[in-house]
């Protein structure tokens, strides 16, 4: 088991940046790989971003060239940073942590608005 907690979240303008931080906490296992999805509101959760212990990083295409994930293993922590942000990014942002035992974890969300 994993707990995790977001923020970062917030309002923003078209164009603008945010980081979103993600702490994990509690593993009785190593983290296998942590992701950033995102929901709007009558949408289903789609995966935004992944990354693997051993460094991997994946992105969905509407947001590759714009979106960057990394971690600080010192810290537990897994970022994602947005630039060039638009308002079809708006959505709550939830972090995913699968371990090792191939348990997984998910945080409560924090709201993304991106509006003028």
């Known amino acids: 088991q994993v707990q995790l907690v977001e923020s970062g979240g917030g309002l923003v303008q078209p164009g603008g940046s945010l980081r979103l931080s993600c702490v994990a906490s509690g593993m009785r296992s190593s983290i296998y790989a942590m992701g950033w999805y995102r929901q709007a509101p009558g949408k289903q959760r789609d995966l935004v971003a992944r990354i693997t212990s051993g460094g991997s990083t994946m992105y969905a295409d509407s947001v590759k060239g714009r979106f960057t994930i990394s971690t600080d293993n010192a810290k537990n922590t897994v970022y994602l940073q947005m630039n060039s942000l638009k308002p079809e990014d708006t959505a709550v942002y939830y972090c995913?942590?699968?371990?090792?035992?191939?348990?997984?974890?998910w945080g409560q969300g924090t709201q993304v608005t991106v509006s003028s």
């Open positions: 995913n942590a699968v371990l090792i035992s191939a348990m997984d974890g």
